[in-house]
């Protein structure tokens, strides 16, 4: 059974960091793209980052660039999320999920085909 698992999540002011954790089991580590998307209250899903399948590269959405940073572990069957400079507007939950690529996690034209439970990030003002 694939299953991810989201952690890290809490309540830090602006300017402050986290690092989300998603703890992946029951597939293969590259054989799928896996990333991030967050959905606030009373807003659209926005699918934020992305590790490629194919060459490992990483993918932001333009409202992180800069500020968030993906990595993985493929040891540990972890992937990361860095997210320094918080903003009240990064305020969401954060989903892990996986796909055969990179363009359904980021641009979430449907759902991916696995998502966790997610995490909850609030940043104060």
């Known amino acids: 059974e694939v299953q991810l698992v989201e952690s890290g999540g809490g309540l830090v002011q602006a300017g402050g960091s986290l690092r989300l954790s998603c703890a992946a089991s029951?597939?293969?580590?590259?054989?799928?793209?896996i990333g991030w998307f967050r959905q606030a209250p009373g807003k659209e899903r926005e699918g934020i980052s992305c590790?490629?399948?194919?060459?490992?590269?990483?993918y932001y959405a333009d409202s992180v660039k800069g500020r968030f940073t993906i990595s993985s572990d493929n040891a540990k069957n972890t992937v990361y999320l860095q997210m320094n400079s918080l903003k009240p507007e990064d305020t969401a939950a954060y989903y892990c999920?996986?796909?055969?690529?990179?363009?359904?996690?980021?641009?979430?034209?449907?759902?991916?085909?696995?998502w966790g439970q997610g995490t909850l990030v609030t940043v104060s003002s």
């Open positions: 029951g597939f293969s580590f590259g054989d799928y793209a």
């Open positions: 590790i490629s399948n194919v060459d490992g590269s990483p």
């Open positions: 999920a996986i796909d055969s690529g990179c363009a359904t996690i980021l641009y979430l034209y449907r759902y991916p085909e696995v």
